[in-house]
């Protein structure tokens, strides 16, 4: 799962500026929309949760491994 969220946050962060909006607007932004018709139209109340807990999940995964990988690295150094 680890290397799914790091491939998949690189992959993004390397397109290109009009690529990576792209990207938002259709799969991000997309998905928003059917989670709002599903959480206002079908009454499911949890659609916006578990979309915007899928995508922080997505995000902040991705900042925290960064974060982990770096303190493991300089924390390494230090100890020599």
Same mark, same amino acid.
């Given at each position: #799962?680890?290397? =799914?969220? !790091?491939?998949?946050?690189?992959? $993004?962060?390397?397109?290109?500026?009009?690529?990576?909006?792209?990207?938002?607007?259709?799969?991000? #932004?997309?998905? =928003?929309? !059917?989670?709002?018709?599903?959480? $206002?139209?079908?009454?499911?109340?949890?659609?916006?949760?578990?979309?915007?807990?899928?995508?922080?999940?997505?995000?902040?995964?991705?900042?925290?491994?960064?974060? $982990?990988?770096?303190?493991?690295?300089?924390?390494?150094?230090?100890?020599?």
């Amino acid at each position: #799962m680890k290397k =799914l969220i !790091v491939k998949t946050n690189e992959w $993004y962060e390397n397109l290109s500026e009009m690529k990576r909006l792209s990207i938002f607007l259709i799969v991000i #932004m997309g998905s =928003l929309m !059917v989670a709002q018709y599903f959480m $206002y139209a079908r009454y499911f109340i949890w659609a916006f949760p578990i979309w915007a807990g899928t995508i922080c999940f997505w995000r902040c995964g991705y900042v925290f491994i960064n974060w $982990y990988e770096w303190y493991k690295k300089t924390h390494k150094q230090n100890k020599n």
